[in-house]
């Protein structure tokens, strides 16, 4: 069901791609032909360098009508991200970060519920929430669009296309390198893709331990399972594999691997995403737990498919490739890196707090081996 959805959904992608271009194009060619716009050298640098003004600001914008659409649905900020500029609370005090942004978002509102909800409730909060980001853009861009066209102010019709583009193409349903557009989250929402379930299970995550270290209720937990189980194939279903980890390290971890049956480990292909690197490891870190690293067929051969996208996942890996190996010396320089990596706070880690308890029990391991 799951497969043919995802199917049915690509020529609806492809012809909302190609009228956002035809609507951006059309405005383009006839606002030049309208106002008999002279081409130079140097008209063509001003518009450039207003139009990377003007993507810095449309991000500026979009991420901050998400983070207004969410206060007004009830959510609380966790972090902004605008670029490399990041804003996060983090034991509830507010810090600035600049760090490289994640999995290729050029920005990210991430809130949380702080109160539990209904389903149905939390589905209807989560709508407008999604949708304030794009439609920021493009209240602003139709504002400026109108009077710049009318009078021919070259520099501020430039600004408004942008943010339409930047609106109009977050509204279409796409998936990229594991990342959802704007439009592809509200159609899960609306019923109309797969995944609605694996969202509201994920801000009720959130909503319980917004730190990730494995403090949620049994019903929760039973509830991911189901979710996981429902799923196959699919990179960003899997990776509620990873979230939900910290949960078993210390009471089933046996119940993760089994879990993860066709769903980690995966054959790599050239759509392979840093989420099945971050499936794989969370999966590697239960065999950990389960006593089981050192022994089980084939583990090295897995760990070796694990990319170097993401250094976290790099460095982690090389980890336990060391420790399997018996390099004591190498074990403990990739578990430093990847400690040093993390930081206080990573754009996709967060505070890290379960990663790093288990980079503490690899450290302890290493040592008294």
């Not at 995802?6 to 059309?26: A, D, E, M, N, Y």
């Not at 003007?54 to 500026?60: K, R």
């Not at 980890?245 to 790599?268: C, G, N």
Request: proline share 4%; charged share 20%; glycine share 8%.
């Amino acid at each position: 069901m799951e497969t043919k959805q995802r199917g049915k959904s690509s020529w609806k992608t492809q012809l909302s791609q190609f009228l956002v271009g035809g609507i951006v194009g059309f405005a383009i060619v006839s606002y030049y032909f309208t106002h008999d716009i002279t081409i130079s050298l140097m008209s063509v640098l001003s518009i450039l360098l207003i139009a990377i003004a003007s993507f810095i600001f449309a991000i500026i914008l979009h991420e901050t009508g998400h983070a207004l659409a969410g206060k007004l649905s009830g959510m609380e900020v966790m972090n902004l991200s605008y670029g490399p500029f990041i804003y996060a609370k983090t034991n509830g005090a507010s810090k600035f970060y600049f760090k490289a942004p994640a999995m290729g978002y050029i920005g990210r509102a991430m809130l949380r519920f702080p109160t539990q909800l209904p389903d149905h409730e939390m589905r209807r909060r989560l709508i407008p929430f999604i949708y304030g980001g794009p439609v920021a853009n493009i209240v602003v861009a139709v504002s400026l669009l109108i009077p710049s066209y009318i009078y021919g102010w070259s520099g501020w019709f430039t600004f408004a296309l942008v943010q339409l583009f930047t609106g109009l193409s977050n509204l279409t349903s796409m998936e990229t390198g594991g990342a959802q557009t704007d439009g592809r989250v509200i159609a899960m929402l609306k019923g109309k893709e797969p995944g609605a379930d694996l969202l509201l299970i994920s801000y009720k995550l959130l909503q319980q331990d917004p730190t990730a270290s494995g403090r949620w209720t049994n019903d929760v937990m039973q509830e991911a399972e189901e979710i996981i189980l429902r799923y196959k194939n699919w990179p960003l279903a899997a990776s509620l594999l990873a979230s939900v980890s910290p949960y078993y390290y210390s009471r089933d971890p046996e119940r993760i691997i089994e879990l993860s049956e066709d769903r980690a480990f995966l054959e790599r292909t050239k759509q392979s995403t840093i989420l099945e690197d971050i499936t794989d490891l969370s999966v590697i870190t239960n065999y950990y737990y389960a006593g089981r690293l050192r022994t089980e067929p084939g583990i090295e051969e897995k760990l070796r498919q694990i990319s170097d996208r993401d250094k976290v996942s790099r460095h982690l890996r090389d980890a336990y490739l060391a420790l399997i190996s018996g390099d004591r010396n190498e074990a403990i320089t990739a578990i430093y890196a990847t400690e040093k990596e993390l930081g206080d706070w990573h754009p996709l880690y967060l505070e890290a707090i379960a990663l790093k308890s288990v980079l503490r029990d690899l450290l302890q391991d290493v040592r008294s081996s």
